[in-house]
């Protein structure tokens, strides 16, 4: 997995335009910092040599505090401006849309079935084809989040009751790490998402595999899981399609107000707790158990009811669902 988040590693076209940014502010900042000591060490000296020569405040005031940045900062906003017409238009037409809805600390993808239209709903993951012009269509479900992929795009803030857009274009295959950028609370430093850019025939086999139902619990142990999560009344706040669909709780809680991610395909994820920690039984046992011992203020609630047979098969049976 590629953790690096980074506007130094650019991997799509408008990634590469705002490297071209930082680079011209880091060099810029660097040598005007340069002066300005250059400058301090200057009068220091002076003053130490006690150098009669009469110094002309108004020539500095004028050169340095109003020629100098008007001539700079007009020169940066005519390059900037001229730069950022390459940017890509933030638009859905003619481009793959898909759904995100940030949620504390998490994040709800969703995509359309091309086959049937109907939603597949997913998790903390955002899987793109590559060198395909991607719109992600954003919204927020609590507070402003932002979301932000530093090697493919700049940051787009996600406001409740408003859907605002952000397009991504990744220029080669790869797993590019993205992360809230706008504080959202106790959790905002722990979620992170991952945009994984996949060869056209590969994303439409993983979108084939993500519309199809959980896989059958065909084993004792995964009976045993399975059995665990309906009777913890997990379906509550998460779902699996194929096993909770029907279920009157489920019935009575909109998709839009569902509190847990949908967990159809979870053992498919990088990860858990959007980017806390790597996916697999173990990690899965220990966030069910007690999850706000691993991301305190999380809404999920201990399962400190179950047993170490059952908790495991549990774990087992989440792990299963790929």
């Given at each position: 997995?590629?953790?690096?988040q980074s506007v130094?590693?650019?991997?799509?076209?408008?990634?590469?335009?705002?490297?071209?940014?930082?680079?011209?502010?880091?060099?810029?900042?660097?040598?005007?910092?340069?002066?300005?000591?250059a400058l301090l060490?200057?009068?220091?000296?002076?003053?130490?040599?006690?150098?009669?020569?009469?110094?002309?405040?108004?020539?500095?005031?004028?050169?340095?505090?109003?020629?100098?940045?008007?001539?700079?900062?007009?020169?940066?906003?005519?390059?900037?401006?001229?730069?950022?017409?390459?940017?890509?238009?933030?638009?859905?037409?003619?481009?793959?849309?898909?759904?995100?809805?940030?949620?504390?600390?998490?994040?709800?993808?969703?995509?359309?079935?091309?086959?049937?239209?109907?939603?597949?709903?997913?998790?903390?993951?955002?899987?793109?084809?590559?060198?395909e012009s991607v719109?992600?269509?954003?919204?927020?479900?609590?507070?402003?989040?932002?979301?932000?992929?530093?090697?493919?795009?700049?940051?787009?803030?996600?406001?409740?009751?408003?859907?605002?857009?952000?397009?991504?274009?990744?220029?080669?295959?790869?797993?590019?790490?993205?992360?809230?950028?706008?504080?959202?609370?106790?959790?905002?430093?722990?979620?992170?998402?991952?945009?994984?850019?996949?060869?056209?025939?590969?994303?439409?086999?993983?979108?084939?595999?993500?519309?199809?139902?959980?896989?059958?619990?065909?084993?004792?142990?995964?009976?045993?899981?399975?059995?665990?999560?309906?009777?913890?009344?997990?379906?509550?706040?998460?779902?699996?399609?194929?096993?909770?669909?029907?279920?009157?709780?489920?019935?009575?809680?909109?998709?839009?107000?569902?509190?847990?991610?949908?967990?159809?395909?979870?053992?498919?994820?990088?990860?858990?707790?959007?980017?806390?920690?790597?996916?697999?039984?173990?990690?899965?046992?220990?966030?069910?158990?007690?999850?706000?011992?691993?991301?305190?203020?999380?809404?999920?609630?201990?399962?400190?009811?179950?047993?170490?047979?059952?908790?495991?098969?549990?774990?087992?049976?989440?792990?299963?669902?790929?």
């Amino acid at each position: 997995m590629n953790d690096i988040q980074s506007v130094l590693h650019p991997a799509g076209a408008d990634a590469a335009i705002i490297h071209q940014f930082s680079w011209v502010l880091f060099v810029g900042g660097t040598v005007i910092f340069v002066a300005v000591m250059a400058l301090l060490a200057l009068g220091m000296r002076r003053g130490m040599q006690k150098d009669t020569r009469p110094v002309r405040p108004m020539w500095w005031i004028f050169g340095g505090g109003i020629v100098f940045p008007t001539v700079v900062l007009t020169a940066l906003l005519t390059w900037s401006t001229w730069r950022s017409i390459d940017l890509a238009p933030q638009t859905s037409h003619k481009a793959l849309t898909i759904s995100v809805t940030g949620k504390m600390w998490w994040w709800e993808v969703r995509y359309r079935d091309p086959g049937t239209g109907r939603e597949i709903v997913s998790a903390n993951e955002i899987v793109i084809p590559v060198g395909e012009s991607v719109y992600l269509g954003l919204t927020s479900s609590d507070v402003i989040h932002s979301l932000w992929v530093p090697s493919l795009a700049g940051k787009r803030d996600m406001i409740p009751g408003r859907v605002t857009g952000l397009t991504l274009k990744a220029e080669k295959p790869g797993t590019y790490r993205g992360q809230c950028a706008e504080y959202c609370g106790e959790q905002h430093a722990r979620m992170a998402f991952h945009v994984i850019a996949l060869p056209r025939a590969e994303y439409d086999a993983w979108l084939a595999r993500q519309a199809a139902p959980a896989l059958a619990a065909d084993t004792q142990v995964l009976q045993r899981g399975k059995t665990a999560f309906l009777e913890q009344r997990c379906q509550a706040c998460h779902t699996i399609r194929g096993v909770t669909d029907g279920d009157n709780m489920q019935q009575q809680i909109a998709d839009t107000s569902r509190l847990g991610p949908d967990l159809t395909h979870v053992g498919s994820r990088r990860s858990i707790g959007a980017g806390t920690l790597d996916n697999h039984r173990g990690t899965l046992a220990g966030w069910i158990a007690d999850p706000q011992a691993i991301k305190p203020g999380v809404f999920m609630p201990p399962s400190q009811d179950l047993d170490g047979e059952t908790l495991r098969a549990l774990a087992t049976y989440l792990e299963h669902l790929k």
